[in-house]
C-alpha cells in the first residue's frame, strides 16, 4: 500500500536540468573549448561534490572540483538569473490536489539547497502540499546515496516500501531504488538517463496518479 508519493525538484517540479547545464558548459568551455553538453550529463541530479567532480573531469585542467565550483559561483550567480516560474511544470499543482485527495502524503527530497527549494516552491504557490522538504545538502552524501530517502521516509514515520519516489535522473533513480521505494521515472530523452532500477517509466507526470492507484490495489 502506497502512502506517501516523495517528488525530485529539478527535472520534476521545474524543468531546469538543461537551463543550469548551458551555464555550466559555457564555464566549462572556457576551461577547455573541447567540453561537450553530454561531458556533463553527470552533473544533473547529483550533490555538489559529485556535480563538479564531473564537471573537473571534463575540463581536466588541474583545479579542483572545490575550485571550479568557487570560481563559478563567484562569476556566475545562476539562481539570480533564473526564471522559476517559467521554468515550473504548470500540471503540477493539479496533480498534487489528485494526491492529496486520494489520502496521499506529499514530500519533497532534492539534492538542491534548501533556500533554493524554498524560493521555487514559494515562487510557485506550492510550498504548502509538502508535509516534508528535505535537501541533500543535509547529508555527507546525496543522491545517488540512499541516505536522502531514508531520511525523508523516518521524517514520514512510513516503511521504505510505502513510499512512491518521484524522479528522472540516473543518481535520484538509483538513490530510491537502492532506499526501496517504489519508483516513477519521467522519461527525458535530452539526457540520455539510465532509469533501468525505476518500476515504471512515464512519457507524464500525470500518469503518477494511475501509478498510485495501482499500487494501492496490490
Request: net charge negative; proline share 3%.
Amino acid at each position: 500500500m502506497i502512502k506517501a508519493v516523495i517528488f525530485d525538484m529539478d527535472g520534476i517540479i521545474i524543468d531546469s536540468e538543461l537551463e543550469y547545464l548551458k551555464m555550466e558548459l559555457e564555464f566549462a568551455r572556457t576551461k577547455n573549448p573541447q567540453v561537450q553538453l553530454e561531458d556533463l550529463f553527470g552533473m544533473v541530479g547529483s550533490s555538489r561534490e559529485d556535480a563538479w567532480s564531473c564537471m573537473a573531469r571534463a575540463v581536466h585542467n588541474g583545479q579542483t572540483w572545490q575550485q571550479l565550483r568557487d570560481e563559478f559561483r563567484a562569476s556566475v550567480d545562476v539562481y539570480a538569473q533564473m526564471d522559476y516560474r517559467r521554468i515550473f511544470r504548470k500540471e503540477i499543482p493539479g496533480i498534487l490536489d489528485r494526491l492529496q485527495e486520494m489520502g496521499l502524503r506529499l514530500a519533497l527530497a532534492s539534492s538542491t539547497g534548501l533556500p533554493i527549494i524554498h524560493r521555487v516552491l514559494t515562487e510557485n504557490n506550492i510550498h504548502h502540499y509538502f508535509e516534508e522538504i528535505v535537501s541533500g545538502a543535509q547529508f555527507k552524501r546525496s543522491k545517488p546515496d540512499p541516505e536522502i530517502y531514508h531520511y525523508t521516509a523516518k521524517k514520514l514515520n512510513l516503511p521504505e516500501n510505502q513510499c512512491l519516489a518521484v524522479e528522472d535522473s540516473t543518481f535520484g533513480v538509483t538513490a530510491a531504488y537502492r532506499a526501496g521505494m517504489h519508483i516513477a521515472a519521467l522519461y527525458d530523452s535530452r539526457f540520455h538517463f539510465d532509469q533501468s532500477l525505476a518500476d515504471f517509466q512515464i512519457k507524464q507526470l500525470e500518469e503518477v496518479v494511475e501509478i498510485v492507484r495501482q499500487l494501492q490495489q496490490d
